[in-house]
């Protein structure tokens, strides 16, 4: 079955500093989400990216995913605090049987130092 | 609205009990999930609900048993857990845009944090 790969798992890194997580899917991907959650709360969705070598960015946020639609990645710009959290990738298979279903990567937790 | 209502926050349950966890969404959408999630993992996959039907079963076993009354709710039913199904329990929700482009934006409740002893 699907399987989607993300690392690292833990980043630890003092305010200011960029951040970057990595997404990696065993199959291509119809699209690909980005969630986070807080400590002691549920994902929330982010974005998603749907077509193959997209770039979207939210603020500080820059979201991309591969030209072969296998990979994405997130990248933080000047971390602040409130953005502590476990982010995670969650792709969804291109048709087939996996209808409705999404595989989360296995998450990166983001402590930041004030 | 774009919330999802998950009832109770926290449940405490023997392995002999029955209990039930409750989902609500008023967003309209049309597939509904339990996702189960352990401490530092990422949410698992149990049940999707498409169109008030259950679509996928990820293998969950028979002592979860989900129930999709209408669009707008989802239950999942507990009986005879282990300590080991100890977890927080998510609901989602996603819209109807579905089919060969996969999935959209889902919506998730606070969850259940289930504790069994």
């Known amino acids: 079955g699907q399987q989607v790969m993300q690392i690292p798992q833990y980043q630890h890194v003092q305010e200011g500093e960029d951040f970057t997580t990595y997404c990696n899917s065993s199959?291509?991907?119809?699209?690909i989400q980005w969630y986070k959650q807080r400590p002691g709360g549920h994902p929330v969705f982010l974005i998603q990216?749907?077509?193959?070598?997209e770039v979207k960015k939210q603020k500080r946020l820059t979201f991309q995913f591969g030209e072969a639609k296998k990979n994405s990645s997130l990248h933080i710009t000047a971390t602040q605090t409130t953005d502590v959290g476990t982010y995670f990738c969650?792709?969804?298979?291109?048709?087939?049987?996996?209808?409705?279903?999404?595989?989360f990567g296995q998450g990166t937790i983001l402590t930041v130092h004030p | 609205d774009t919330e999802v209502t998950q009832t109770p926050k926290h449940l405490v349950m023997g392995m002999t009990n029955k209990k039930s966890l409750k989902c609500e969404q008023h967003?309209?959408?049309?597939?509904m999930y339990w996702y189960k999630q352990k401490a530092k993992k990422p949410p698992e996959l149990m049940f999707v609900?498409?169109?008030?039907?259950?679509?996928i079963n990820e293998s969950v076993p028979s002592r979860f048993s989900p129930e999709c009354p209408n669009s707008s709710l989802l239950n999942l039913h507990l009986h005879a857990l282990q300590p080991e199904d100890s977890a927080l329990y998510l609901c989602?929700?996603?819209?109807?845009?579905?089919?060969?482009?996969?999935?959209?934006?889902?919506?998730f409740g606070q969850g259940t944090r289930l504790t069994v002893v």
């Open positions: 989602a929700s996603s819209g109807k845009e579905t089919g060969p482009m996969g999935v959209t934006e889902a919506f």
């Open positions: 199959t291509t991907l119809s699209n």
């Open positions: 990216l749907v077509k193959s070598g």
């Open positions: 969650a792709g969804s298979d291109a048709g087939g049987t996996s209808y409705g279903k999404l595989t």
């Open positions: 967003m309209g959408h049309r597939a």
């Open positions: 609900y498409s169109y008030e039907k259950l679509s």
